[in-house]
C-alpha cells in the first residue's frame, strides 16, 4: 500500500525567504505525485502534480517540485515566500484502481510567515 | 466553470442525532469523492464512485454511514447515528475521466456534541 511522509508538522519562514517542504513517499510503481494547499476553512486547491516526464514541475503562484526517484522525495519549493502563502501543504501519492486515480495524503506541513 | 459545491459549510450535532451532506460536482466530472479529514491530518477516503456506482466504498463505516449518487450528478453522505468521533471535516472531490487531477470543494465542518 501506498504511503506519504511529511516530516515537519510546522514551519515558520520570513516573509521574502525561500521555502521547502519535504514529502517522501512509498509506493511499488511510478508513482503520481500532487501538492495541494489548504487555507483555513478552505478546501484543498492543486498546486502542481507529476505523472512523467521532466522531473521538476512547475505550479501555479510560483511554486516548484521535484521529483527523486532515487530518494522517494518529491519535495515543494518556492524561492520567495509572501505572507499569503500561509496555509496547510498537503502532499499525495496517487495510485490507479481500475479507471479511477485515488489519493493517499500526508499529515500536512502547516506553513507560517513572519513579516 | 464552476467548482465543487458542498452544503452545509458547517453543521454542529448532539450525538445519536443524524445528519446528511449534501456535494454537487463539477459539470462533466462523472468521478465523486468523499473524504473525512480529522484535525491536523491529511485526508482520507471514505469512498468514491463512478458515475452512480460505489467502486470503493471499503473504509467507509458501514454501520453508521451511508452514501448515495443518484442519477451520477449529486451525492450525499449521511451518518446516523453521529457519535463525537464523527467530528471532522467532510470533504467531496471530483475528477473529469479524462484527467487525473481531484478538485475538492469547500467541505463540511462536522462538531458532535
Known amino acids: 500500500a501506498q504511503s506519504v511522509t511529511q516530516p515537519d508538522i510546522h514551519i515558520t519562514v520570513s516573509e521574502g525567504a525561500s521555502l521547502e517542504l519535504r514529502c517522501n513517499y512509498s509506493?511499488?510503481?511510478?508513482?503520481?505525485l500532487f501538492w495541494y494547499v489548504q487555507s483555513p476553512g478552505q478546501g484543498l486547491q492543486l498546486l502542481l502534480k507529476?505523472?512523467?516526464?521532466?522531473?521538476l514541475v512547475q505550479g501555479i503562484k510560483g511554486f516548484e517540485a521535484e521529483f527523486k526517484r532515487s530518494q522517494s522525495s518529491f519535495n515543494l519549493r518556492k524561492p520567495s515566500v509572501h505572507w499569503s502563502d500561509a496555509a496547510e501543504y498537503f502532499c499525495?501519492?496517487?495510485?490507479?484502481?481500475?479507471?479511477?486515480?485515488?489519493?493517499?495524503f500526508g499529515t500536512g506541513t502547516r506553513l507560517q510567515v513572519t513579516l | 466553470e464552476a467548482g465543487v459545491v458542498q452544503s452545509p459549510r458547517y453543521k454542529i450535532i448532539e450525538k445519536k442525532q443524524p445528519v446528511a451532506f449534501w456535494c454537487n460536482p463539477i459539470?462533466?466530472?462523472?468521478?465523486l469523492y468523499w473524504y473525512r479529514q480529522n484535525l491536523g491530518q491529511g485526508p482520507e477516503l471514505l469512498i468514491r464512485?463512478?458515475?452512480?456506482?460505489?467502486?470503493?466504498d471499503s473504509q467507509l463505516p458501514k454501520d453508521r454511514f451511508s452514501a448515495e449518487r443518484l442519477k451520477g450528478v449529486d451525492s450525499t453522505l449521511k451518518i446516523q447515528p453521529a457519535e463525537l468521533g464523527d467530528s471532522a471535516v467532510y470533504l467531496c472531490?471530483?475528477?473529469?475521466?479524462?484527467?487525473?487531477?481531484?478538485?475538492f470543494g469547500p467541505g463540511t465542518r462536522l462538531t458532535v456534541l
Open positions: 472531490a471530483t475528477r473529469r475521466a479524462s484527467t487525473d487531477t481531484q478538485y
Open positions: 509506493y511499488g510503481a511510478t508513482p503520481y
Open positions: 507529476y505523472f512523467s516526464g521532466d522531473t
Open positions: 499525495a501519492v496517487g495510485s490507479y484502481t481500475g479507471t479511477a486515480s485515488k489519493l493517499t
Open positions: 459539470s462533466g466530472h462523472n468521478t
Open positions: 464512485y463512478e458515475n452512480e456506482e460505489a467502486v470503493d
